[in-house]
């Protein structure tokens, strides 16, 4: 008994570490012509193709998404402090989100039925996307750890094209810099 919870510390441990927060940098936009070097899709870059069935059974697809700004949020687990602090300040900005004419979509390698429940839990206004096999990370570069998917969010433009990454995620204030960006690049016509 002790040796399965020696062995589970670590575990908790990260998990909880995964989902708490991290200290705000600059922007992270990255000239189109620049590759990332940490593997993420870099701005300037169309995304993949993809076609997910979000928690409410809803397909989403990125021909679907096309024409609309998307706000696409990486996270790493549902229910823990960190994810559910931002899933609840997307929700928070989620009506001046709309007004910048974007959809907000969240994804974590849990599986439909956690994000039932977490929307739920917490009125989430918004569609979660389960990537229980990493696939959607995989294809914008997000990595994982112990199955935990890292934070980090894409701006995607009405072509399909990513207009700005976030790979370092403050999440109490995150929404609200994810907003004041979307202000400015409808400011500037982007």
Do not use: W
């Not at 995304?47 to 706000?71: C, D, M, N, W």
């Amino acid at each position: 008994m002790r040796a399965i919870i020696r062995a589970a510390v670590p575990l908790v441990a990260l998990s909880c570490l995964a989902c708490t927060k991290r200290e705000p940098t600059a922007s992270s936009a990255v000239p189109s012509a620049v590759k990332r070097p940490d593997g993420l899709l870099p701005v300037g870059a169309e995304i993949p193709k993809f076609s997910v069935r979000a928690h409410t059974g809803q397909e989403v697809s990125s021909s679907s998404l096309r024409g609309q700004v998307v706000v696409l949020y990486f996270y790493p687990k549902d229910g823990t402090p960190g994810c559910t602090v931002e899933a609840e300040q997307f929700s928070l900005a989620h009506e001046d989100l709309k007004k910048s004419g974007a959809v907000v979509l969240g994804v974590s390698s849990d599986d439909s039925d956690s994000h039932q429940e977490f929307a739920q839990e917490h009125g989430l206004p918004f569609l979660l996307l389960p990537d229980e096999d990493h696939t959607l990370a995989r294809a914008f570069g997000v990595k994982t750890t112990l199955g935990m998917t890292q934070r980090v969010t894409f701006i995607i433009d009405q072509t399909g094209h990513v207009a700005r990454v976030y790979d370092s995620v403050t999440p109490k204030t995150h929404a609200r810099q994810v907003l004041a960006d979307l202000q400015a690049l409808g400011a500037s016509g982007n």
